[in-house]
């Protein structure tokens, strides 16, 4: 960038900080936005359960408990991808329910096949990503329904193979990797393999994230057209965020073969606790904003919620009700808080007539941004 | 006055954003009139119609119709009061039919408040609303979706006329006309201006402004310049009230060290469905801009040469070598950068940091250079001056103008050899512009070439190594540097060339 | 969608757009071309049915394919209004699995019970529809987001008070599922009938029918014309979840007890999201019908019928169902961009699709 050598004298510009204020104050900026607010909320939901159930604090329960997380977390984290790119992944259930079918049919009692059974387990998710990837993009329908028509393809497909019924559980070594776990680790027992997974994968997706893929994955999200003319392939960005989704719902299948056992109805609704999770987790649906390690405290915070509901004896069938709240509430405030800021008063230009047939990608959307001075 | 004029606006003023944009501003419409408005890009035109329209509210000034004073604060409102507005954009919804949209939220009702709509009758007062304009062949049931461009304009007058308008504004009207549909339009005036009606007619064509007007009303920089009765002036006198103004901008000298070298960008017969026949060529070193009026296809030239729309007749090459970009991708990697008209829509991702959006273009294409570009970035933004609290900062917090050098710095981390630019100080603070500018020069110097799109005449005049002037998607002429701003202006709008131009 | 300006067209543009223009009233072009889709299915399916040995025309097979399309096509016609005016419903399935339960336990069987237990149920379903319509315009949430909140908040409800079957239909009602015209047409389809007739003449001679379109269409357009832009959108929310419970007490008639698992069995929300798409309507709203709606529903009444007497899995016709709802929504998307003409020149060359072209056209500016 040689235009910059060229300093002009009297430029006595100072160079930018990378970020403003200490450590702390950056903490306490953060912890204010939703992002960070979440981390709170767990805080706050973990002390009640723990204040209901004490036994739950202790370490070989908690323990626990992050690990029976770990496959939802993991999930909420695979549908960040997808959501802060601007659409929507509702496939993750029958893509779990898929995995988990592959790994009770395919498997069986042979122990040889447990890598093989991964290996197409992971090509079966990148696939299926693959395909909601291009067919959002390239075929211009909304995602949500793209994904819907895959749930019920998927969801028909593997009932149609498997004739509709569990059809046994797959050898002990491949359930092991949901249900077992380092034993005799001191203070916490058993250090659950989920554990590890779960912090294996949010690693790399920090990783990810932080890499150019992933920055330009929320700049198409925040903006699409101006990704597009910055040079980034849209339409390939997306389909990678698809197929990472679909890969997280492959790896929470695996992890949910160990302890739930095979049946195709496994995994059911996972999409809209993901979404959920992803929502509480502050990530703004519309795409743009939002943390990766946020949705998996939303997944965090879902479960405390929901362990403290049923520590009150609330049934654990109210579950999808809660969601259905949460994600509206969730919604409705960022909707409100985003229109607040953004809603142009009357005296400035109004947003120009959209002249695309633009899909109904669901966002609360910001008022179109005009040009600054009133034109001509 | 009250007595003869069935609109009179006495001091409308206008801000955004603390920029004044239209300053106490007179206007004042006869019954049967045609008052043309003039006035070059961001001289207050727009601003001043949709205030009369009800889309803006006046922060001061009055408006009276046929004597009595009305405010309003909805385009219903302003309808109603009798001064409908034939915007360019037009309000209609391509899946009706032309009937459901002129009664659109009017709808007739049988048996009065409770009975249905009265399909047959909104049917009949459409035909009769269409004959009255001496249109023929336009049936009430038809989707407008369906309609040319000048068909569809002709449903908005009909709509306006439908609220028995005194006053009708039009915007641009002919900008997408064809010839022969201009003269319907003014068989169609004229029928209007029979019935009484007052046309404000708003106008870059000039020599639609004297077959129509009878008065002109000249606007620059948001004052009132002149009104005048048509017949008292000429097209070369309108264009000297329309631009004369003291330079008071400052440019940064054109550096002497600075050689023009060899042609770097060069078109030859380019053409697609928005340019036609455009060639030319920019060289290292130097700084074309690119005039022209509103709708002229200066944009849709340089989103071709970027890749953003296909090339369908001509060539384009770079260096010498032949240049076949289809996709922006491609022109980031041939290192062409493109800083777009409308930062917020298509510059910037909002949310994002400054430092996110300095590395998007380096991230995207060349994402193994990101690592050099972030030790380097902290640098150029320092060099442009960029105000902000920190790296992190959000960049819809910032000024226009340290957004729009956000921009630059995303451009620049890819050493373009050639930069084009769409209006590279619109809407930012004069110490931005002239940061920017300042920038320009140093590009100069390394040999890049740059193209400039500006509506800003004393812009385009005072950076300019050259000035292309293009007119209805073609090239309408060359002027050199220092040209005036009249005879800029009075090639892109066509008007007859005068002795003195230049 | 307002149009924006268009550059100059030649005169023998125009001449060839006006020979080019639907010489009857509108949507005749997508309506006649369902309808058009419809009876080549009807055939393939006649003959597909002959192979098998089985008449597809016989009196108990017709009776069976209109029974399919009564349930789904009363829940189409509502989703229909909502797509229309720019909104979605997803809530449908739970909302008629409540239905089938609120009517049978009101009922218990008896006959008397009936009025206030179909009064009961109707007001419920219209008060989640006015919470929907509610959200979407006054809120300004989406009606996706409304509709999947408020479908998993009753869904949670059903699954925790309902296990199993409940109530019992009233012997009235269940005569009312078994009866029919001639043995050919039963009450079920005629009630679709009347509902679809009723529909339609409401979209187009009420005000409040060509606001929603307008909405759908543009609201900002409808904005500035005056129109109040959230009644279409609470009305047709409101009639969804209404024509939805008046789906479960069909529903009801049929099974004679309540069952919560009903309505997502039937995968009502995708089916009537697809029959509506099939039948013309666009996704973002503002044009389509409710005819073709109904079109939409008979395919895939017929396919369905056909997959039956065939002895497809099952399992396999969720496979082809969801191949078809995006392909339909596909085929259609693209049929719905308003191509805008050139400034210059026949040779118009369009934007590449495919990979190499760069981004999906978001970028396509017009000449302005």
Known sequence: MSATTTAPDGRGARVLPATEGSVVQRILRGAVTPGGAVFLLVAVLFIAVVWVNPSFGEPPQLIRFMGRTAPIAIAAMGQYYVIVAGEFDLSMGAVVATQVVIAGNYIGEDESRVLPALGLMLLVGASVGLVNGLATTMLKVPSFIVTLGTMLALGGLVRYLTGGAATGNPVDSFREIGRGGIQDVPVLDVLPYPVIILAVVAAAGVWLMRSPFGKTLIATGDNPDAAGLAGAHVWWVKTRAFMLSSLSATVAGILLVGYAGVHPSVGAGYEFTAITAVVLGGVVLGGGRGWLLSAAAGAFALELLFSFLNFQEIESTWRASVQGLIIILAVAASGRAWSLGRRPARTSPPPQPSSEQAAPAPSPNPARPGTETGEN | MTDTHVLVATGMTKSFFGNTVLADLDLALRPGEVHGLVGENGAGKSTLMKMLAGVYTPDRGTILVNGEQVSYSHPVQAQRAGVSTVFQEFNLLLERTIAENIWLGREPRRFGRFGPVDTARMRRDTEELLTGLGVEGLRAGTLVRSLSVAEQQIVEIAKAVSFDAKVIQMDEPTAALADHEVELLYSIIERLTGRGVAILYVSHRLKEIFDLCRT????????????????????????????????????????????????????????????????????????????????????????????????????????????????????????????????????????????????????????????????????????????????????????????????????????????????????????????????????????????????????????????????????????????????????ATGAASEGDAA | MSSTTHPHETPEDVRRRRASRPKAARQLGSTALIYLVLVGVVVASAVLTAVEGRNFFSQGNIWGVLTAMSVLGLISIGQTLVILVGSLDLSVPYVVSLATLIAAGGMKGLDANVPAAVFNTLVLCALIGLVMGLLVSLLDVHGFIASLGVGLIVSGYLATNYQGSHGAAAPDVRLLGRSGIAGIIPTAFIILLVCTLIVTLLLRYTRIGHHLYAVGGNREVARMSGVRTAVPVIAAHVVCSLLAGLAGLMLLSRTGVGLPTIGSQGRYDLLSIAAVVLGGTLLAGGKGSVIGTIGGVAIFAVIDNVMGVMQVNPFLKDFVRGLVIVLAVAVYARRSVVSRPPRFGPDRVLPLPGPLAGPASPTDKEPA
């Open chain 2, 216 to 491: 002109i009303t000249i606007l620059k920089d948001g004052q009132h310049v002149a009104t005048r009765p048509a017949e008292d002036l000429t097209e070369g006198e309108l264009v000297r009230l329309m631009v004369g103004r003291p330079l008071t901008q400052y440019f940064p000298d054109k550096p002497v060290d600075v050689a023009v070298g060899a042609p770097r960008l060069t078109l030859a017969g380019v053409g697609n469905g928005y340019v036609d026949g455009v060639s030319l060529e920019v060289r290292a070193g130097e700084i074309v801009g690119l005039a022209g009026l509103q709708g002229s296809g200066r944009t849709e030239l340089l989103e071709t040469v970027f890749g953003v729309h296909p090339v369908a007749r001509g060539s384009v090459s770079l260096d010498g070598a032949p240049l076949e970009v289809s996709s922006p991708r491609q022109g980031v990697r041939a290192r062409l950068a493109f800083i777009t008209e409308d930062r917020k829509a298509k510059g910037l991702a909002l949310n994002q940091s400054i430092l996110d959006n300095s590395l998007g273009v380096v991230r995207s294409v060349f994402p193994r250079r990101t690592g050099s570009a972030r030790r380097e970035m902290p640098g150029v933004l320092s060099n442009l001056d960029v105000a902000a609290h920190s790296l992190d900062q959000e960049v819809q917090f910032l000024s226009g103008g340290n957004q729009q050098k956000v921009v630059l710095a995303r451009w620049l981390s890819i050493d373009p050899l050639v930069v084009l630019m769409d209006e590279p100080t619109r809407g930012i603070d004069v110490g931005a512009k002239h940061r920017v500018y300042e920038l320009m020069r140093e590009l100069t110097r390394q040999g890049v070439a740059v193209l400039m799109v500006s509506s800003e005449l004393p812009e385009v005049i005072g950076m300019s190594d050259r000035i292309l002037v293009m007119r209805d998607g073609r090239l309408a002429g060359e002027l050199p540097a220092g040209s005036s701003e009249e005879a800029v202006l009075a090639m």
